[in-house]
């Protein structure tokens, strides 16, 4: 019993290292006719983009619904596979969807 509990504890945790949680996932969103990509870096909490030609760091802030990342100006909201940006609290892109292709 010991023993297949130690593979078992020893093969969750050889997954665990083959997918490092600070691994950064590019993520192609399309808002309307534009395309828009999201680099995810879940070890800094934090999303990096562009918008508008300028370059965004937004850290990961607590959503009662789905996932909020802000700085203080602008907020990315995604919920499932859609997303919406706000600048100074408007919502400046309402109609992101992610490409699963």
């Given at each position: 019993m010991k023993k297949s509990f130690s593979l078992v504890?020893?093969?969750?945790l050889?997954?665990?290292l083959s997918h490092p949680p600070d691994q950064v996932k590019k993520l192609h969103y399309r808002c309307g006719t534009l395309p828009?990509?999201?680099l995810l870096d879940n070890g800094r909490q934090q999303i990096n983009l562009i918008l508008d030609g300028n370059p965004l760091t937004l850290k990961q802030?607590?959503?009662a619904s789905g996932t909020r990342y802000a700085n203080d100006?602008?907020?990315f909201w995604s919920k499932g596979d859609g997303a919406f940006i706000e600048?100074?609290?408007k919502v400046i892109v309402d109609d992101?969807?992610?490409d699963k292709g």
């Open positions: 504890v020893v093969l969750l050889s997954g665990c828009l990509t999201v802030q607590p959503a100006q602008y907020v600048r100074n609290g992101c969807r992610l």
